[in-house]
């Protein structure tokens, strides 16, 4: 699409028209665009007594109910602990923000008919088009200790799915929504896949669990 990716590339500082990368290489840029991530705007409540991590989030449990009795915390500014990845997540998609009112009210009705509170740890899932190729993704991959290709990552359709001790945590689909669709549910059960089978891409996803 002619859109050239430079990876492991710094840039040491924008000047009119051009950006100079620490290796001296020199980019014209009539525009420039700079991603620096996310942080909630949860400043707001200082002093209100509800706990906040160091990245600004508020600090919800398991049933998304943050340190003070009664609120609770949805979306982008709340993380929470994850038991299936073993860490406190903070999760920027839509589709988390979909969910987690859910576990909140869940939550509201088990607190007051004595019901044991549901537990909010869904697989982080998000989408999006690019160059008219339907890219998604689903799970955590940061702890991976596997990468398994499926197809070539120069056709047009392919995937690649990441294990942590055999076990789906992650995958990219780029045109292969079954893929997407099985991984996400292999993710959620915990399954232990043949990384064989995994690799070949005629195989269905749900047909790997050992």
Same mark, same amino acid.
């Given at each position: 699409?002619?859109?050239?990716?430079?990876?492991?590339?710094?840039?040491?500082?924008?000047?009119?028209?051009?950006?100079?990368?620490?290796?001296?290489?020199?980019?014209?840029?009539?525009?420039?665009?700079? %991603?620096? %991530?996310?942080?909630?705007?949860?400043?707001?409540?200082?002093?209100?007594?509800?706990?906040?991590?160091?990245?600004?989030?508020?600090?919800?449990?398991?049933?998304?109910?943050?340190?003070?009795?009664?609120?609770?915390?949805? %979306?982008?500014?709340?993380?929470?602990?994850?038991?299936?990845?073993?860490?406190?997540?903070?999760?920027?998609?839509?589709?988390?923000?979909?969910?987690?009112?859910?576990?909140?009210? =869940?939550?509201?009705?088990?607190?007051?008919?004595?019901?044991?509170?549901?537990?909010?740890?869904?697989?982080?899932?998000?989408?999006?088009?690019?160059?008219?190729?339907?890219?998604?993704?689903?799970?955590?991959?940061?702890?991976?200790?596997?990468?398994?290709?499926?197809?070539? %990552?120069?056709?047009?359709?392919?995937?690649?799915?990441?294990?942590?001790?055999? =076990?789906?945590?992650?995958?990219?689909?780029?045109?292969?929504?079954?893929?997407?669709?099985?991984?996400?549910?292999?993710?959620?059960?915990? =399954?232990?896949?043949?990384?064989?089978?995994?690799?070949?891409?005629?195989?269905?996803?749900?047909?790997?669990?050992?």
């Amino acid at each position: 699409s002619g859109t050239e990716l430079l990876t492991e590339a710094r840039v040491e500082r924008v000047e009119e028209g051009t950006v100079v990368l620490a290796d001296g290489r020199t980019l014209p840029a009539g525009a420039v665009v700079v %991603g620096i %991530g996310a942080r909630p705007a949860t400043g707001w409540l200082a002093g209100s007594g509800i706990e906040r991590g160091a990245d600004g989030s508020v600090t919800a449990d398991s049933a998304l109910r943050t340190s003070l009795p009664d609120v609770y915390a949805v %979306g982008d500014c709340a993380s929470f602990p994850s038991a299936r990845y073993g860490e406190r997540l903070l999760i920027h998609h839509w589709d988390n923000a979909l969910q987690g009112p859910r576990t909140a009210a =869940a939550a509201i009705l088990a607190a007051e008919s004595g019901e044991p509170l549901p537990v909010h740890d869904p697989v982080p899932y998000f989408w999006s088009e690019q160059f008219g190729r339907f890219v998604q993704y689903a799970g955590h991959h940061a702890h991976a200790d596997t990468l398994i290709w499926r197809g070539d %990552g120069a056709e047009a359709t392919w995937s690649v799915c990441w294990l942590k001790a055999g =076990a789906l945590v992650a995958v990219l689909a780029v045109g292969r929504p079954r893929d997407l669709a099985q991984g996400r549910k292999l993710i959620g059960s915990g =399954a232990v896949l043949d990384p064989e089978r995994v690799a070949d891409p005629a195989v269905p996803l749900k047909s790997t669990a050992l």
